[in-house]
């Protein structure tokens, strides 16, 4: 097709409102809560603790949130397509095991056993396509299937942990590159793979379209049984990745521990960073929100030594906090037309 | 001792779509309600019902005006209104559904004995043998339109019955035992109003008949005095009119369909020529939007053909038929075709956007271009590429749905439109009858289906009427008229004056 590019139009949409109300500031304000969350509650731990806002404990805190934006990043894909992948924590569990006894059990390079583990998981992960695309069941029943599925077959490989996978494994969970630790790294390159995914691709498009009136998608030309399938292999792929990060971390991988519920933290990341449940809405900005946050929040309290379960307090309001927020943010017409009428 | 409604007017902004109706109902009358779509029928049937107040005139029941009607205040004043799509719980059992919302109570507890009993003598009535704990929605559709009616009766002492489009998706044995049901109520002294697209009906059970046409009575009377001819004119407005004297220059042909089955529908076997606009018309579950969407993919079909430019085309989903050159408008904008949090430029250009990219990558100069130049040939309004689908009005979200398709012209071979300006203001039907006759100038069969033969008059180049499923007649060129059509449709054409 010879398409001229036009320039004119640049313009015009730029003066026009945006889809949905951006430039309502009520919306604004709702949308920005996590940003502004965020920015207070580093505030106030830097005023509490004088060892928040230093280089090592940044260091500490990107480490720490790493692995889940790794695997936030294509479960917010699946989210936004309307469906979900419960099961990361186990195939977690399953990758690190499978790379950690190929290493002490067998003696394989610590590399190729790394990428077999990765390979694992996106077999794991094109399995939970397969029966959500192939069978009526929702989502949620395939993998909450798969996650004590693929866990018991980790817990079958091996019952204690493989450890001490050698010194490529230890560079690998906790190695620095220009400073920055090797997890963080490959946490931006998933992230931005993921945005231009979303954003510079057509099959962003699709995973929209698809959230949003899978009918409608379909019945225009998408395919709408192919792409979910995709993301979930590159979902389960994510999570063996974690799993192998996460095993160098320890320099470990216990089979009946590792990974368990970290389903549920990569989910909190995604919800709190405004992608809705019920599919079509969210952003990858709203992801490394997310992801910052909960980081941000468990180290400063970890630093102020607040207690576990005080930690778990806090996290499970900010996730309800932020999502009503969010739910909110899309009814501002709403709220202002109650405004109105007092 | 009758419903009584006088000079009922009712404006949606600025139009008025009733203008001075009057229509009375007295006790043990059947009384029809006919017009084209868009006539005002629904809008008088809301009134009835309470969902709307009209702007003037008055309603009176048996003598005592019926003022600020709601729907409550309706159903406790006996009008119940049985709809097309039916309040029943399809997982709950025939006993359970009767009685939602008002079960028989024992303290805090459902009194099942009671409702059991009650319900017995209630299905005996209406001669509906099922049993009390079938699930509703293994009953076939005939059965829960007398369950709904049912269940409108034992809870109000139903003085007006509305019976909206019953027999749309009913076979001819449900419709005589509906109809037999029908003449019971009436015995019993209800009013009912009755609205059809099956003009044989009217002369089956209907004791007067009321047409509108563009929010007028044109023709109101007895049926037995009756003539079909006259039914017809009324509802046509006397058009024996062929919209455009169009000089047929069709081509080779397009699309072939032989003998082709489906959902509903089938064996069709039909062509369409290049540079031609083929109008399906059929009334409401006549099987045309199966036919149309199993042609685009959406359902398999169970047997017969369909070639493309030569090419048979193995119809298996919307994506591998659209590789082909066949695309759909559907008829149902919300469910089936819009993205309404997405922006105009998503939804105008989602089935361009794998071509425009360059590699995996997509080119925002190139997509900008298109929906810039595909906007200004629809007359999009506002022309704004980041408002949400959801956000434009009803006639500007059709042209987002039917641009789809003219961003993607270079490809097209046929286009199908379902219903193509259902919903539509004046000014965007126009913008899309004008867009699917540059669309056959440019080489493409447009094929469209709809309920209103109005509009098949005004656009086809040649029209099939559909009826059951099948094509019963072909008309070309100046034949195509909305009497036409409407003869065809309900087999009067051997019947004389």
């Not at chain 1, 929702?138 to 693929?150: A, E, R």
């Not at chain 2, 007006?160 to 009436?186: C, G």
Request: glycine share 12%.
């Amino acid at each position: 097709m010879t398409t001229t590019t036009s320039t004119t139009t640049s313009a015009a949409s730029a003066s026009a409102p945006a889809v949905g109300a951006k430039r309502d500031p009520i919306a604004v304000a709702l949308r920005s809560a996590l940003l502004i969350g965020l920015v207070v509650l580093t505030i106030f731990f830097t005023a509490q603790s004088n060892l928040f806002l230093t280089a090592g404990n940044l260091k500490n805190i990107a480490l720490s949130g790493a692995v889940l934006m790794v695997v936030a990043v294509p479960q917010a894909l699946l989210v936004i397509m309307g469906v979900v992948d419960l099961s990361v924590g186990s195939v977690i569990g399953l990758a690190g095991v499978v790379t950690g006894l190929l290493i002490v059990d067998h003696g394989m390079a610590w590399q190729l056993a790394a990428l077999i583990g990765i390979a694992i998981g996106a077999v794991a992960g094109l399995v939970n396509g397969l029966l959500v695309a192939f069978t009526r069941l929702s989502p949620i029943i395939v993998t909450l299937g798969t996650l004590q599925l693929y866990r018991g077959i980790t817990q079958f490989l091996r019952s204690n942990p493989p450890a001490n996978f050698g010194k490529g494994m230890q560079l690998l969970g906790r190695g620095l590159y220009l400073g920055v630790p090797v997890p963080v790294w490959i946490a931006l390159v998933v992230f931005i793979i993921g945005a231009i995914v979303l954003y510079g691709t057509p099959s962003g498009r699709y995973v929209y379209a698809i959230g949003v009136n899978k009918e409608a998608a379909f019945l225009s030309g998408v395919a709408t049984r192919a792409l979910p399938l995709i993301v979930y292999a590159a979902t389960g792929a994510a999570a063996g990745i974690g799993g192998v990060l996460l095993s160098a971390q320890l320099d470990s991988a216990p089979p009946g521990t590792l990974g368990v519920g970290f389903e549920l933290n990569v989910l909190t990341a995604v919800l709190l960073g405004g992608i809705a449940f019920s599919g079509g809405r969210g952003t990858m900005f709203g992801v490394l929100l997310g992801v910052a946050f909960l980081g941000v929040l468990n180290n400063g309290m970890t630093l102020m030594n607040v207690p576990y379960y005080a930690q778990e307090m806090a996290t499970g309001a900010a996730l309800i906090i932020g999502a009503g927020l969010d739910e909110l943010s899309q009814h501002s017409q709403l709220i202002r037309a109650i405004g109105r009428r007092r | 001792m009758t419903l009584q409604m006088v000079g009922i007017e009712k404006s949606y902004s600025g139009f008025r779509v009733l203008r001075g109706v009057d229509l009375s109902v007295a006790p043990g009358e059947v009384h029809a309600l006919l017009g084209p779509n868009g006539a005002g029928k629904s809008t008088l049937i809301k009134c009835i019902a309470g969902a709307i107040n009209p702007e003037a005139g008055s309603i009176r029941l048996d003598d005592a005006p019926v003022e600020d009607l709601t729907p409550t205040r309706a159903f406790e004043l006996g009008i119940a209104v049985i709809h097309q799509h039916l309040s029943l719980v399809d997982v709950l059992s025939v006993t359970d559904n009767l009685f939602m919302g008002h079960e028989l109570r024992r303290g805090p507890l459902i009194n099942r004995r009671a409702q059991r009993r009650v319900a017995r003598e209630l299905l005996d009535q209406f001669g509906i043998d099922v049993p009390l704990d079938a699930k509703v929605g293994t009953l076939p559709i005939g059965t829960k339109q007398l369950l709904e009616i049912a269940k409108a009766w034992h809870r109000t002492d139903v003085k007006v019955i509305v019976l909206d489009e019953p027999t749309a998706s009913l076979s001819e044995s449900e419709t005589q035992r509906l109809f037999a049901e029908v003449a019971r109520m009436k015995q019993r002294g209800a009013r009912i109003i009755y609205t059809t697209h099956r003009l044989g009906e009217v002369f089956r059970i209907a004791d007067r008949v009321t047409v509108l046409r563009d929010g007028m009575v044109t023709l109101q009377e007895p049926v037995a005095s009756l003539v079909p001819q006259r039914l017809v004119a009324a509802i046509s407005g006397g058009n024996e009119e062929a919209a455009g004297k169009r000089t047929a220059t069709a081509g080779e042909v397009v699309l072939d369909v032989d003998q082709l089955a489906g959902p509903r529908f089938g064996p069709v076997s039909l062509q369409a020529r290049r540079g031609e606009i083929l109008g399906l018309y059929g009334v409401l579950g006549s099987g045309r939007t199966s036919l149309l969407e199993t042609l685009a993919g959406r359902f398999r079909p169970s047997a017969g053909q369909v070639t493309v430019n030569g090419t048979r085309v193995a119809v298996t989903s919307p994506a591998r038929v659209q590789r082909a050159g066949v695309a759909l408008v559907p008829s149902d904008r919300q469910r089936q075709a819009l993205w309404a949090t997405r922006s105009a430029s998503d939804n105008l250009l989602l089935p361009s956007f794998g071509r425009l990219a360059a590699g995996a990558l997509r080119r925002p100069g190139r997509e900008r271009g298109l929906f810039q130049r595909t906007a200004t040939a629809l007359d999009l309004q506002p022309p704004d590429a980041r408002r949400a689908g959801g956000a434009f009005s009803g006639g500007n979200q059709q042209k987002l749905v039917l641009g789809r398709w003219l961003a993607r012209i270079d490809e097209l071979s046929v286009l199908l439109l379902d219903e193509p300006t259902q919903g539509v203001d004046v000014g965007a039907r126009r913008k899309i009858y004008d867009v699917c006759r540059e669309l056959t100038e440019r080489g493409v069969a447009v094929v469209f289906a709809s309920t209103d033969a109005d509009e098949v008059a005004a656009l086809a180049d040649r029209a099939l009427v559909i009826d059951a499923g099948r094509v019963i007649a072909e008309l070309a060129g100046d034949e195509i008229t909305e009497k036409s059509l409407l003869d065809h449709a309900h087999q009067f054409t051997g019947v004389t004056a």
